[in-house]
């Protein structure tokens, strides 16, 4: 794998590590990561307030090609609802609440390359959770 592929990789799973521990502090119950369907990956499937709450993290290293919510767009969003909507099938959740939610993770290209991403030292610019970032309606 080349040495970009692996730093999307790194920085991926560094944002998606972050993100959980941001959403844990915020009252968050994390019971899935990574969560796999033939139409999507959902990175984190969580409850908060009795809502089952489906989470795509989107991290940069710059805002240079639009922010990290950006990213997140209409056939992105249907994939994650067409998982999401299996996933509420295969554990019997109809009738409960849901919702889908964004956690934006933008972190300076420089700061990440200086350290590990997996340390400490290696902290984001700037991490926001956006509620209610889309509705199931789009599909």
């Known amino acids: 794998m080349s040495y970009h592929g ?3 990789i790194d920085l991926g799973s560094h944002a998606e590590d972050e ?23 959902i ?13 795509e993290v989107k991290a940069r290293t710059s805002s240079r090609y639009g922010s990290p919510r950006e990213a997140v767009g209409s056939g992105k ?19 409960k609440r849901v919702r889908f939610d964004v956690v ?3 972190k300076s290209n420089s700061n990440y ?10 902290e984001p610019l700037h991490i926001e959770l956006i509620s209610n970032a889309f509705d199931a ?3």
Do not use: W
């Open 113 to 122: 390359l200086k350290s590990n991403p997996k340390s400490s030292g290696a």
């Open 6 to 8: 692996q730093y999307k």
């Open 137 to 139: 309606s789009i599909s």
């Open 19 to 41: 993100a959980c521990r941001f959403l844990k502090s915020n009252g968050f119950k994390i019971i899935e990561r990574n969560y796999r369907t033939r139409f999507a990956e």
């Open 77 to 95: 969003q249907k994939k994650i609802i067409a998982g999401a909507m299996q996933y509420i099938r295969e554990n019997a959740l109809d009738g």
């Open 104 to 106: 934006t993770y933008l």
């Open 43 to 55: 990175d984190i499937i969580a409850i908060h307030e009795e809502t089952i709450v489906f989470v």
